[in-house]
């Protein structure tokens, strides 16, 4: 289990980075598919990783998995309209930039999932 | 402790030993650990792939110029419906397994949605509606344009999901995003599986229901409201908001105890459903708990920044699970008010005091608001009329399964109080207006994942060890008939709603050929455009898609008024033609009289011609007529 969650956390992460650059320039489809992916799935992925749903491994967790799916793409949604939409309302509408806002929030997330654990262990010591 | 276990500390220990027997918390024994052979699983992945690769073959072999009245399935070959059957019977096969493999239903749902809702890129390889269309042209202003203008129209007042378009356009320099709109249907539903999963589980008594729950809302899905468009964007969200407040937030809002009105209200919701949902929910840290409460609230945000109608529609939702006991969160409805109509005073100002009348002026109008925007659409051509009975046949259908399953729920003392209760909510809007009288569609698409979790209730057992085969017989025949159903429904009006490539060059030739800023005219509301220089042209109909009792036949003086000062192109195209003929909007035949008529009319030129329909300008006074 927390191996599959690292490699979430590192595909997370290689979008959330690829996506900066390719918010500038890159091949059409490239950036269509990474920072779609982004839009999708990116910032909730992040969020959901860095919250814990119930003990590791147990039934619960694993019950747990279409909401934490759920809420993954809806936060996701969510942080892409609102970022989108204060933008316009802003007058400061630059979809590079709203994109790069995106992958921010995204690594700022893993960053404090990534912290997580240590805190953890300083508290068990 | 939450308030729901407070509520009848009487019944705590029976129901959790209830639970334990019901909800698949058996200690491991050699049977409900499963040994389902791997080469059963394998076989029904099997079907599910045939049945994949049988729809989408038998959907390449229709020939769209054969679409009539009765939309696609008068021309799907037997084959389709030989994929359809094999994913369906696969389905129920699976869920019959002694042990649920959520891997093998994912796919076959999957599947099945393919099958379902794959109709749009497949047979036609074009966006559905053309909504569809006008909604890639907002995008596309926005996104080019970085500015709102309300006085377009109301769009720009719910900005959310098209700017959200606009910044994936802007961001990726993809300037089309027909792919993702002829795709959306599928994606959609594809996207909609995990919030649903989430909900029904925790509103059945065990997984197994759960699934079927969804089974049913796919094959049940006919309204067609999964296109790319704000109000399938906010349906997900709504769908993950409700099912994040039952997983973590479920209980009583208020000490049960407290007032006489809240220990009336406990002891009756007990009396009606004494159930305790025991599965599916989550515990998060304390931390965790207030992110999420932060989480829903975004939600709510985002829902009323995109759509009119979401929002609202969540009020009575949330209203419904708070006083049930299924919503700790007591402030959460009342933001849900707030937001939407803070943002209708604030943010949309322009569409309120322009549209103040309109909105209001059918509140209270429960007859008009239902059976009278029902009644206008039961009307068109012989093959229409049939369509739009095949939907309401379904719809009751589906709620009269509903209603037997809150019985059937009431006696088993099964969970069904909060579906009822959440199924029913959307119904208090009615009184409010009618949506341009789409009121009554809208809210049977937001009822129906809580009427699903009912409508599996007089189906299947509450033995959480596999169906018998008479229920899993019963419960394929219903998906068949649902199905069925629903491919006559959601594809009726095919004919009208779908487009294609030579409607598309025709407008492609219409914006190349007349100057920005000129007037361009469609004969009926249903053109395949505006989905670029959609600020930059004065868009105008002659007549709206809409049924129309006695409708008076086209005259050219109509487009030759429009076109009085300054000249016009107008548009007339094949989709117009059906859906003339299919609404019932002009007389039998009358769009090809008036286009052969109009045609030698002095100051009208044929601009263009294919396919797909034809191209006239008309002069005004300023350039010679």
Same mark, same amino acid.
């Given at each position: 289990m927390a191996t599959e969650r690292s490699y979430v956390s590192y595909a997370t992460a290689a979008v959330?980075?690829?996506?900066?650059?390719?918010?500038?320039?890159?091949?059409?489809?490239?950036?269509?598919?990474?920072?779609?992916?982004?839009?999708?799935?990116?910032?909730? #992925?992040?969020?959901?990783?860095l919250l814990h749903f119930g003990p590791t491994r147990s039934a619960t967790t694993a019950g747990a998995l279409p909401l934490i799916i759920a809420i993954a793409i809806?936060?996701?949604? #969510?942080?892409? #309209?609102?970022?989108? #939409?204060?933008m316009i309302y802003a007058q400061l509408w630059s979809p590079p930039a709203g994109v790069c806002v995106l992958s921010i929030l995204t690594l700022a997330f893993l960053g404090l999932e990534f912290k997580r654990p240590q805190r953890a262990l300083v508290r068990a010591k | 402790m939450t308030h729901e276990t407070a509520t009848s500390p009487v019944h705590t220990a029976h129901r959790h030993e209830a639970h334990a027997h019901v909800g698949g918390a058996k200690p491991p024994t050699h049977r409900n650990l499963g040994l389902t052979p791997s080469w059963h699983?394998?076989?029904?992945?099997?079907?599910?792939?045939?049945?994949?690769?049988?729809?989408?073959?038998?959907?390449?072999?229709?020939?769209?110029?054969?679409?009539?009245?009765?939309?696609?399935?008068?021309?799907?070959?037997?084959?389709?419906?030989?994929?359809?059957?094999?994913?369906?019977?696969? &389905?129920?096969?699976?869920?019959s397994l002694r042990r649920l493999v959520p891997a093998l239903l994912t796919w076959q749902l999957l599947v099945t949605v393919v099958v379902l809702a794959g109709a749009d890129p497949i047979i036609h390889g074009l966006p559905r509606l053309e909504a569809s269309f006008r909604h890639l042209g907002i995008a596309d202003t926005?996104?080019?344009?970085?500015?709102?203008?309300?006085?377009?129209?109301?769009? &720009?007042d719910w900005p959310g999901f098209f700017s959200l378009l606009g910044m994936l356009s802007g961001a990726t320099g993809a300037k089309d995003l027909f792919g993702i709109a002829t795709w959306a249907p599928v994606g959609i539903n594809f996207l909609l599986l995990a919030p649903l999963l989430a909900l029904t589980r925790r509103l059945t008594a065990n997984p197994r229901q759960a699934w079927a729950a969804v089974w049913i809302f796919y094959v049940a899905s006919w309204i067609g409201q999964d296109y790319l468009s704000p109000q399938a964007h906010s349906f997900v969200l709504l769908l993950t908001l409700v099912a994040c407040l039952l997983s973590v937030f479920a209980g009583w809002a208020w000490p049960t105890e407290g007032t006489g009105f809240s220990r009336w209200l406990a002891r009756s919701v007990s009396k009606l459903d004494s159930s305790v949902p025991g599965y599916g929910a989550v515990e998060p840290r304390r931390?965790?708990?207030?992110?999420?409460?932060?989480?829903?609230?975004? &939600?709510l945000l985002a829902m009323t920044a995109s759509h009119q109608l979401s929002p609202f529609a969540a009020i009575p939702i949330l209203a419904a699970l708070l006083l049930t006991g299924h919503l700790r969160l007591r402030f959460l409805p009342v933001l849900a008010v707030v937001l939407p109509v803070g943002w209708l005073i604030f943010a949309a100002s322009t569409f309120l005091s322009g549209h103040f009348g309109q909105l209001l002026g059918s509140f209270g109008d429960i007859g008009a608001n239902s059976l009278g925007a029902l009644s206008t659409r039961v009307s068109g051509s012989d093959a229409h009329v049939l369509v739009?009975?095949?939907?309401?046949? !379904?719809?009751?259908?589906?709620?009269?399964?509903?209603?037997?399953?809150?019985?059937?729920? @009431?006696?088993?003392?099964?969970?069904?109080?909060?579906?009822?209760?959440?199924?029913?909510? +959307?119904?208090?809007?009615?009184?409010?207006?009618? @949506?341009?009288?789409?009121?009554?569609?809208?809210? @049977?698409?937001?009822?129906?994942?809580?009427?699903?979790?009912?409508?599996?209730? +007089?189906l299947m057992s509450e033995n959480t060890a596999g169906l018998s085969l008479r229920r899993a017989l019963a419960l394929l025949l219903m998906g068949a008939v649902l199905a069925t159903a629903t491919v006559v429904s959601r594809y009726g009006n095919d004919g009208m709603e779908s487009f294609n490539d030579d409607e598309i060059a025709l407008v492609n030739r219409l914006y190349s050929t007349a100057p920005t800023g000129a007037v361009l005219i469609e004969a009926v509301r249903n053109t395949p455009w505006r989905y670029q220089h959609y600020a930059d042209y004065d868009y105008r109909a002659l007549v709206a898609a809409e049924p129309i009792p006695n409708a008076a036949p086209l005259s050219c003086d109509a487009a030759n008024q429009i076109a009085h000062k300054a000249g016009a192109y107008l548009i007339v195209?094949?989709?117009?033609? !059906?859906?003339?003929?299919?609404?019932?909007?002009t007389p039998t035949g009358d769009l090809q009289r008036f286009t052969a008529t109009c045609a030698t009319s002095p100051g009208w030129t044929k601009v263009y011609e294919n396919a797909g329909g034809v191209i006239f300008h008309i002069e005004g006074v300023t350039n010679g007529n």
């Open positions: 959330a980075l690829a996506a900066i650059p390719l918010s500038f320039v890159g091949p059409e489809g490239l950036r269509l598919a990474v920072i779609g992916l982004l839009m999708l799935a990116g910032p909730g #992925t992040a969020l959901v990783l809806a936060f996701s949604l #969510t942080m892409s #309209t609102l970022v989108a #939409t204060a | 699983i394998g076989a029904l992945a099997a079907t599910a792939a045939a049945a994949l690769a049988l729809g989408v073959w038998s959907m390449t072999q229709v020939d769209p110029l054969r679409i009539g009245g009765a939309g696609l399935i008068g021309v799907l070959p037997p084959a389709y419906f030989v994929a359809l059957g094999l994913s369906l019977a696969g &389905f129920v096969a699976s869920l926005m996104g080019q344009s970085g500015q709102l203008d309300p006085s377009l129209d109301a769009y &720009f931390t965790d708990t207030a992110v999420l409460v932060v989480v829903c609230g975004l &939600f739009v009975y095949t939907r309401i046949a !379904e719809v009751a259908l589906v709620w009269i399964l509903a209603v037997a399953g809150a019985i059937v729920g @009431y006696r088993r003392k099964a969970p069904w109080l909060a579906a009822a209760a959440a199924a029913l909510a +959307p119904l208090v809007l009615i009184p409010l207006q009618p @949506y341009g009288g789409e009121l009554l569609l809208r809210l @049977y698409l937001f009822s129906l994942p809580f009427a699903v979790c009912l409508a599996v209730l +007089p195209t094949e989709s117009q033609r !059906e859906a003339a003929e299919l609404r019932g909007s």
